[in-house]
């Protein structure tokens, strides 16, 4: 019974580059939540997303990044020209589908360094 | 507005020393949860608990305990007879039930038990 599961782990890309954050929800889970945890502070909310639809992007950053759960595979969070700022560790999480809210199984998070 | 504030920034305990963990949540709905979560220093975040503004009833798991108090919005976390094992950061959360379930979290409580 495999848990969330986030690739890669680490992440070392310069300034200019794209990032691309995977997730792969548990078994049975259809809803995908993006968080970040910048040094030393909390998680925030950036997204919420369902099998082919963006139901909350209310945490989003307005340019760069992006997000998308296809109806095959994992869920992606794309950050486009990274800068420092976005060093982070990026969690994905993943909750059932049904009256909610159901707890949110978290991944082991991917670990971002812009250089 | 719905915010989550945990005043503690760091707690130092020795082993076997009770620990409470203070969590004041504000929002506006009637209907909410309340979560726990635990981050280890190897970084993923484990889920400990949910509860949802109905059911005022304290929990106990182990030496884990929850105090759930509507009157003062507060959801703090006690450690009986802490262990160096319990080290870690401590986040609680708020999720509105009408919404998206997207968690808001605390800063989190980062605990450090000696031996």
């Known amino acids: 019974n495999a848990g969330v599961m986030q690739n890669p782990r680490h992440l070392v890309r310069r300034r200019g580059q794209e990032a691309r954050l995977r997730c792969s929800p548990m078994?049975?889970?259809?809803?995908v939540y993006w968080y970040r945890q910048l040094p030393e502070e909390g998680l925030k909310f950036m997204v919420y997303?369902?099998?082919?639809?963006?139901?909350?992007e209310s945490g989003m950053p307005k340019e760069r990044f992006s997000a998308e759960f296809p109806k095959e595979g994992p869920s992606i969070l794309r950050i486009q020209q990274v800068v420092r700022g976005d060093s982070a560790a990026y969690f994905c999480?993943?909750?059932?589908?049904?009256?909610?809210?159901?707890?949110?199984?978290f991944g082991p998070g991917t670990r971002l360094t812009v250089t | 507005a719905q915010k989550v504030t945990q005043a503690q920034t760091e707690i130092s305990v020795v082993e076997k020393e009770d620990v409470t963990l203070d969590c004041v949540y504000e929002?506006?709905?009637?209907?909410?949860?309340l979560f726990w979560y635990k981050q280890p220093p190897s970084g993923e975040l484990v889920f400990l608990i949910r509860?949802?503004?109905?059911?005022?009833q304290n929990e106990i798991s182990g030496r884990y305990s929850w105090n759930f108090q509507k009157s003062t919005s507060s959801f703090n976390f006690t450690i009986t007879a802490s262990q160096v094992v319990d080290s870690a950061v401590y986040f609680c959360?708020?999720?509105?039930?009408?919404?998206?379930?997207?968690?808001?979290f605390g800063t989190g409580t980062r605990l450090q038990v000696f031996p």
């Open positions: 999480a993943s909750s059932l589908t049904s009256l909610g809210p159901y707890e949110q199984y």
């Open positions: 078994k049975g889970h259809s809803h």
């Open positions: 997303l369902q099998k082919e639809n963006i139901i909350d």
């Open positions: 929002t506006r709905d009637t209907t909410y949860y």
């Open positions: 509860r949802n503004s109905f059911d005022e």
């Open positions: 959360a708020l999720s509105e039930a009408q919404g998206t379930d997207k968690l808001i």
